[in-house]
Structure formats: C-alpha cells, structure tokens
C-alpha cells in the first residue's frame, strides 16, 4: 500500500523513482529479489558523520547511507517522499506541511515523529556549530501539528524548501542521540537511513549493516554495507580484481582497463561541474575582458580528451544536460578562440600578454594544461601549489588565492547552487560581489512552484544572467564512474547522491 | 695523491665516475641537450609507446619522456647538492669542535643533534614547506638539517678516535693550539670518512628529492623531476606499463654510482665505516629507524653511537641497498690508530 502510493507519487515526479524502485533499473538478470550479501563500495568517507557539522559537500553520498530525510531527490534531482509520504504548500508558498509515514523508528528504536522531526531542523538551524545554518535560516518556525504532520513557516515564499531538505540539511537525527552524546554522533550517527553504522575507521573504513526499520526497507537488499576511499590509479583495477571493492568510482584513465578485465562500468551523470574561481575584485580579473580573454583560451574540449579521458562534457555553465537549470542557448557560450582571446586583453590593455598565479592543490593535469592553453592566448600562468588542508582557509575563508581551479559539488537545489557559485556569501565567488539582476532571478526561483511549468525557464534565465556575468570559468561536467563487479546489480543513475535502492549483490558474504 | 690513483684502478670506479660525468653534463646542460621541449605538450598524442619521434612514448600531457628526463637531470641533482651541503656545513664543523672545545658546548651540541635525530626526514620537510613554502630550496634545507646529525656524529666519532692518539696528547703536552692540532693531525684524516658519508648522503638526498617530488613538494610542475615523472606514471600504468622503468633506472644508476665511488674511498683508505657484519645486515632491510641515540655512551665518549641514513621513503625501497648505514663504532678506532703508527 505504501508501495502504490510511493510509485504514484513517484510517477509524478517523472517516473525515474519508478526504476529504482523496481530495482536495479534496466538490469533484467538481478529482479530485484536477492537480499543478502555485502556490497564494498570505494568512494570516500565523511568528515563528519553529524550532518549538521559535516564539512564536505561530498559527505552527502555516505551520509544518505544512515540518514534520511522528509524528502529524497529521485535520478534527475527532483524532490520526492521519503520519511514524508507526501507535502504541500500554502497558497502563498510560505508554509509548507509534510505528513510523515507512521510508525517508523530510528535506528536506537525511537520514534520519527512530528516532534523528532522539529527538533532535528531546529538543532540545524539554530546549533552554533552548524554548518548548515544558512540554507535553514528562512524557517520561521517548525511546529508539530500532530505525531505525523509538520508544519513549516517560512519568513519568505520558498519552493525550494522540499529539494533543499533532500540533502544534508535535512538529515533528520534522532533527539536522543543528540541529548546523551550530541558531540558523538561524529562517529557514531543515529538516523532513520537504509543502513546504520557499526564500525569506523576515520580514512578507513566503515560497517554498516541493513536497518530493517527504514521507511523503503524492502528496496534495500545487501545486509552489510561497507564504505572505503575510493582506490588510487594504479590499484583500482586490483581492488575490484582482488574483491575487496564490489564498486569503485575510478579515475577516467582506468575506464578502459577495468572493462577489459570484464567489470561493469557505468558513468553516470553527475553535478560535479570542474571550474576555475576567479575573484573579479582584484586585478587583473577586475577587467572583465581579462576573464572574458581566459574564458575564450582555455580549449575544453581538449581537457576532457587527455585530463578526464574523453569521459564527460564540455560545460559552459553549472548544471549538466538534463537538469532543470541548464541552459540550452549557453551550450557554446564561451567558444574556445585565441585570437579572440588575445584581442580581449589587447583591449583590455595588455597588447603584451598578462601574467597571472593560478592555484591549486594538486598541479599535475588539469592544471599544467590549462597553463600551456592560456600561455598560448599571452596569459602567462604561474602554477602555485597549495596543501589541500590549507585550500579551505586560503581559498574560501581568507580569499587570499583570487585564480583557483575548484570543482564544483552541485547542490540539492539550484539557489543553493547559485548561492554557493554566485551569491554574496558563496564561498566559490571569491569577489563576494554579484549584479542585483541575478539577485532578483534567483529570488524568483525561490518564489516559483517546482511544478510550475515555467520552473525550468525561470532557473534558466538565473543560469543565463550568471554566466554572462559572473567570472567562474565553469569547464566540463565530471560524470561518476562507477566501476563494479558482475555479482552487484546495475546502480541507479543518481545525478546528486548516489544511491542503492534495489541494488542486490549476489555471492557475496 | 695515492689514494685517487688506487680508486682510479677500480674499475667500478670508473665506471661510476662515467656515470657522474654524464650526469653532471645532463645536470647543466640537460634542458638544451634534450631533443625536443621538456614541456611542450601535444594532447592529440598521450601516453604513446616509445616511437622514432619520442624515443621513450610521451607522457599524460603528450610531453616527449627522453626530454623530461634529460631535463629533471639538474633540478634533482642540485636539491640533492643542496641537502648534503646543508648538513656538512651544520654537522661536520660542529662534530670537531664538539671534541675540541670543551664540555659544555660538547654537551649542547650532543643534545641538538639528538634532537634532531627524532624528526622524520620527509614529515619534517612536509611541515618545513606548510610553514615557509612550497620549494625545492625550503624542502631541500630541511632536510639538510635533519642530514646534519649524521655528519656531527660521524665527525665527531672518527675525531674522537683521533683526539686521544698519543701523538695528539704529546702535542698538546707540547703547547699546540687547538687550532693547530685541529689542522695538522685531525682535519686530514678526518675528511676521508666525511667525503664517504657526504657520498652516502648524497644519494640518499638523491632518493628524497624523488620522493618529495612523488608527493607533490619541491618543485612545481610544469617542470620535471625524475620523483615527479615516477610518480605521474604510477598513474598510467593501464596505458604505459613499463613507464616508471625510466625514471627509476635513472634514479638508481645515480646512486648506485655514488655508492660504488663511496664504497671504493672507504676500502682504499681502510677507512671503516661500519662494522661490516651489521652493514651487510642493515643494507636491503628497509627498516626506517637504524639511527641509534645513546646518549649515555657517547658521554663517557668510549663508544660512539653510530647513525644511519635511511628514509622510510618508497622510494627507498625501490633502491634498497644503496642506503648504506654508515656506523663508526668503536671497531674503527684500533684501525685507525693501526694506519696512525704505518705513518
């Protein structure tokens, strides 16, 4: 019954779930009937296994192992139930009420109710330590109506709130846990995910085993669960070969390898969008026409071929075909031309060439090529290394380093992209600054029903103004590539978190 | 001098001596010699196999191998220069001076170098490049400061030995200077054992500029080094499996020719440089902490503790055997006071 409700709700949302939920997607030999088993996943472990002071946007894909929320993102990133059955706006989108399913636990037995759900958004919204204060700061008030319905007001409209709550943000924790040992939920989380943890190793390892009481307990089929980092160039092939990892993301350069070895490959699409921060208030990026010159220079094409091994697409802004807000009239906004390039800066006042320090953390690739594509348009690069430790402080906090290649995460929600990328406090816009045109596009997002047929125009026409705009040089969308062994089930093509609904591993102890 | 002509009739001599000379050209001149530029990057033509226009198949960016080679030849060499420079220059004067100038200053300096014996070669220069940045001369000046106990103790070892010879006593009986008994019967006899160890040093310098490089500090790509290339083709393997034979060939003919001129200065001057027993068993175990710090029997100064240069460096691995612990244990005293009495 919760089923049949489930998939129509699911249907509605574009019937992707629908896949997921019958487990393993297009892969007619799994059915989707094995349980059992242990399925080793090589990716990355957290920062932290509390949301609310998880540091990494990466975290996300581990945390929605043992946590989850009022709301999902199905393969496309659209919002969809989960702990909540199902949700809906006041008329003047200012208030939003969620109906929880009944009877579910977390996973030290007590109860996710109305209560549970209260606290849990408002230790995120109102925690000094939170890290996730920000995206919760339009909650006006959470109240319990009864044990099953949650009422949220909001100080403003915000459509987005189901999507925003999909991530991180609206992991709910369980209150007791947060009331006996708040700080050790770090290393010990209690959430009402497909899994729970048994045991972690910080840069290790953790075990997780199935939890019977989550809400879609039925689509969760391995009974073990473990997460590694994911496994370096030379040794990914020999980790799949050697079973210790049923399913490992693997460098682009592996791709190849591994297939002939005879694993499954799949390379989903993702969010992951790689991207040169440019801080447009120092010089010489305070002249638009130098960040135009650099925009023109870099040849994208030829880095996806020899960096990302042909794998993944030349983007010009930060959301991939197939999401809502890309931009169709912005596929070649920036079209790789030296000559151009060249007559930009010349007009910009630098007829002779221009020296600029790019940084970064790790200089081999990426980096290097860029070096040699810029000299080439009289940008003469100066590669400065970082420790990745530092990058944070130096990068986001400090906005000492005003040309850094970053890698964008991709968020749950296209406001809290174009907060991140774009907005005043977006720690990727190292300038801190943005034209109050883009302000009034993403305030209409906010303001414009996810249903609304003129949803996806409205975050285009945001997408439109910032990369005319804003000085990121956005480059290529990373997809995820997930090699497997032939025993574990197709996986869901996820472009946000990647998840394991339906995915079964056979022979496999 | 008769030593220089018995080495040359060595013929691992020679043929080491070939080896420097070619590295040494390659070191100043390498980035010219080389056919094609070092960083000039072609990326229609990635990771190839060795063909008539790339002798040794291009890179990850499609830069010609040969010519990165050639031309990390003098950016390892010179960090590896710089290291051991550091520590003579901070080691050996102190390792004389610790037994010719009186207690307390012998007792600071013992105390400094014990100190400095507990820092980890490569995590001290990761910290030393996080504090005043990321260079090859930052990374290369800390370790130099952490070679520098070696050449104290060394120094300090064969001095010691040399400080209570009889022909020493009677000279200070006489009224020598400090000064001059430092130049006229220790200095001398001191060097060979020092230019052995610096040999050793050398290359185990060689070895950590690699690895420092394999991990990203150094020096800064676009430019090459032969740690850097090693490790960038760790990452090719699937497309370029041989790859990493090139650099590592290199780095391991570097130092074996090093130690062979080491080894032969140390036999044709009878100069022990450790108990040959424990050296034969030291060298090929890959063992990270050889360096012995007894304090209590370098005070009474009858045995003096012996320090061994060894990284726990992968890369150390790779050239296990060329990392020769050089121990002056109390076995070399009677053989150098034996030489003393030939004179």
Not at chain 1, 313 to 336: D, I, M, R, T, W
Not at chain 2, 140 to 156: E, S, W
Not at chain 2, 162 to 189: D, M, P
């Amino acid at each position: 019954m919760g089923r049949r409700g489930f998939l129509r709700l699911g249907a509605l949302a574009g019937g992707s779930i629908l896949l997921a939920a019958c487990g393993g997607g297009g892969d007619s030999a799994s059915g989707g009937s094995t349980t059992g088993g242990t399925l080793r996943w090589g990716w990355a472990l957290v920062t932290s296994w509390d949301p609310i002071t998880s540091s990494a946007g990466w975290d996300v894909h581990a945390l929605s192992l043992v946590y989850a929320g009022l709301t999902k993102l199905d393969e496309k990133a659209n919002p969809v139930p989960a702990l909540a059955s199902s949700w809906e706006y006041s008329a003047d989108g200012t208030s939003v009420t969620f109906h929880l399913r009944s009877g579910l636990t977390f996973s030290d037995g007590t109860a996710v109710d109305a209560t549970a759900v209260k606290k849990s958004l408002e230790r995120g919204r109102d925690s000094k330590n939170s890290l996730v204060a920000a995206q919760l700061a339009s909650l006006k008030e959470v109240v319990a109506v009864d044990a099953t319905t949650v009422r949220i007001d909001l100080k403003n409209t915000d459509y987005q709130l189901p999507a925003i709550l999909a991530g991180k943000t609206g992991m709910i924790v369980s209150p007791k846990a947060v009331e006996t040992d708040e700080k050790g939920l770090a290393t010990k989380p209690v959430g009402a995910g497909p899994f729970q943890l048994n045991s972690y190793v910080p840069n290790d390892s953790a075990k997780l085993t199935r939890f019977a009481g989550y809400w879609d307990a039925a689509n969760i089929k391995p009974d073990n669960f473990e997460l590694y980092p994911a496994p370096e160039a030379a040794t990914a092939l020999a980790s799949l070969q050697s079973g210790r990892l049923d399913v490992a993301m693997i460098p682009a350069s592996q791709l190849n390898a591994v297939k002939a070895a005879g694993f499954e490959v799949q390379i989903i699409p993702s969010l992951v969008t790689s991207v040169l921060d440019v801080n447009n208030t120092v010089a010489p990026f305070d002249n638009p026409k130098v960040v135009q010159a650099i925009k023109h220079a870099v040849d994208r094409k030829a880095l996806v071929d020899t960096v990302n091994f042909g794998v993944g697409e030349v983007n010009y802004q930060p959301f991939p075909k197939g999401h809502a807000g890309h931009n169709a009239a912005l596929e070649n906004a920036y079209p790789f031309d030296v000559a151009k390039a060249k007559k930009l800066l010349a007009e910009a006042g630098h007829p002779d060439g221009i020296d600029v320090t790019l940084t970064t953390t790790a200089a081999e690739g990426l980096p290097e090529q860029v070096q040699a594509q810029l000299a080439k348009a009289g940008i003469r690069v100066k590669l400065e290394v970082i420790p990745q430790a530092q990058a944070t402080q130096q990068v986001y906090i400090q906005r000492a380093k005003p040309f850094f290649t970053d890698q964008f995460a991709g968020r749950e929600s296209p406001v809290q992209a174009f907060q991140v990328l774009f907005g005043e406090q977006g720690l990727m816009n190292p300038g801190r600054t943005n034209p109050p045109a883009l302000k009034e596009a993403v305030a209409k997002i906010t303001a414009t029903p996810l249903d609304d047929p003129n949803y996806a125009s409205v975050v285009q026409a945001a997408t439109k103004i910032a990369v005319e705009t804003m000085p990121n040089v956005f480059l290529f969308s990373n997809p995820r590539i997930l090699a497997r062994r032939t025993n574990v089930s197709q996986l869901g093509s996820y472009l946000m978190a990647q998840r394991f609904e339906g995915v079964t591993v056979t022979g496999n102890s | 001098m008769s030593v220089l002509r018995r080495m040359i009739r060595l013929r691992s001599v020679r043929l080491a001596l070939l080896v420097l000379a070619v590295v040494a050209v390659l070191a100043v001149a390498g980035g010219s010699l080389a056919p094609q530029d070092p960083i000039a990057q072609d990326p229609k033509a990635i990771l190839q196999n060795p063909s008539g226009a790339h002798w040794l198949g291009t890179d990850y960016l499609g830069r010609d191998v040969l010519s990165r080679l050639m031309d990390a030849t003098g950016r390892s060499v010179v960090g590896a220069a710089e290291a051991v420079g550091v520590g003579l220059l901070l080691g050996a004067p102190a390792g004389l001076a610790s037994v010719v100038f009186g207690r307390a200053f012998e007792w600071l300096a013992l105390r400094i170098s014990d100190a400095l014996l507990t820092l980890p070669y490569i995590i001290f220069a990761i910290a030393v490049t996080g504090i005043i940045g990321n260079g090859i001369h930052q990374a290369m000046l800390a370790i130099g400061l952490v070679l520098a106990p070696n050449y104290f103790r060394i120094t300090r070892a064969a001095t010691l030995g040399l400080a209570s010879s009889q022909y020493v006593e009677i000279a200070e009986l006489v009224g020598a200077s400090r000064w001059w008994i430092l130049r006229t019967h220790i200095w001398n006899k001191v060097l060979p054992t020092i230019v052995v160890t610096a040999a050793s040093g050398a290359a185990a310098s060689l070895l950590v500029v690699s690895s420092l490089s394999f991990l990203g500090i150094g020096t800064k790509p676009p430019a090459p080094t032969w740690g850097g290339m090693l490790s960038s083709d760790l990452n090719y393997l699937a497309q370029r499996p041989w790859a990493p034979l090139a650099p590592s060939l290199v780095i391991i003919i570097t130092v074996a020719a090093l130690n062979a001129l080491a080894d032969a200065l140390r036999d044709t001057t009878g100069i022990v440089t450790g108990d040959p027993g424990r050296s034969g068993r030291a060298r090929g175990s890959d063992s990270a902490d050889t360096a012995e710090t007894s304090s209590a029997a370098t005070a009474n100064s009858a045995v003096t503790a012996g320090s061994a240069v060894a990284t726990s460096s992968a890369a150390t691995a790779t050239a296990t055997g060329s990392v020769e612990t050089t121990t002056a244990a109390t076995s070399s005293i009677p053989r150098q006071k034996r030489e003393v009495s030939d004179v």
